[in-house]
């Protein structure tokens, strides 16, 4: 069992049983619109959020056993989303397009090798003009706790070519261990 199918038998760290506040944010400022594919989405609490929003949501992760939370979830809140087993690197295989393409906690994950074939699927999930809201953990957290730090430096030379990068700001990954929460990057990046 591979880091991520054993961190879901229990509740791990990112799984704070509502959506991640800069998420929520988007939606109050009216930056959102649907279709919407949440990427990585874990047990769902962003989709689930977009989908008590009215949005028609997808929501994707590579671990079945998130997944399956996620749906048990949408079950239970009576809310419809779109939950697949997927890997952020095959999106092309969904066969269709959506307004927004969020992201909290996948690209921090990625290697640099795996980056551009994320960019390449991403794209061909957005059309011009699509949205890509990230929220990853930033290097300006010290060493030590949680996944791989990205520098804002990585954001903009990893979303170039068809991208614009509207914003790089600092932001908190929320978590269910640390009260305060994690330095994080949350970034607003265009399909051009």
């Not at 949440?38 to 008590?52: K, M, R, S, V």
Request: glycine residues 10%.
């Amino acid at each position: 069992m591979d880091f991520f199918g054993a961190a879901y038998k229990g509740r791990p760290p990112w799984d704070i049983g509502r959506p991640q506040k800069e998420f929520i944010e988007l939606v109050r400022r009216g930056e959102v619109t649907g279709p919407v594919l949440d990427i990585g989405c874990g047990t769902g609490e962003n989709a689930l959020f977009f989908a008590a929003e009215g949005f028609e949501v997808w929501g994707i992760d590579a671990t079945p056993l998130a997944v399956e939370k996620a749906q048990e979830k949408a079950a239970a809140r009576n809310l419809a989303v779109q939950f697949r087993i997927l890997d952020a690197l095959s999106l092309t295989r969904l066969g269709r397009t959506f307004g927004t393409v969020t992201d909290s906690g996948l690209f921090h994950t990625l290697s640099d090798e795996n980056r551009p074939v994320f960019t390449e699927n991403l794209a061909a999930v957005l059309p011009s003009g699509g949205n890509y809201f990230m929220l990853c953990f930033s290097d300006l957290e010290p060493p030590g706790y949680g996944p791989r730090r990205i520098k804002q430096q990585d954001i903009r030379d990893t979303f170039r070519n068809v991208w614009s990068v509207n914003y790089i700001r600092p932001a908190v990954f929320e978590s269910n261990t640390r009260k305060e929460g994690s330095k994080a990057w949350f970034s607003s990046i265009t399909k051009k």
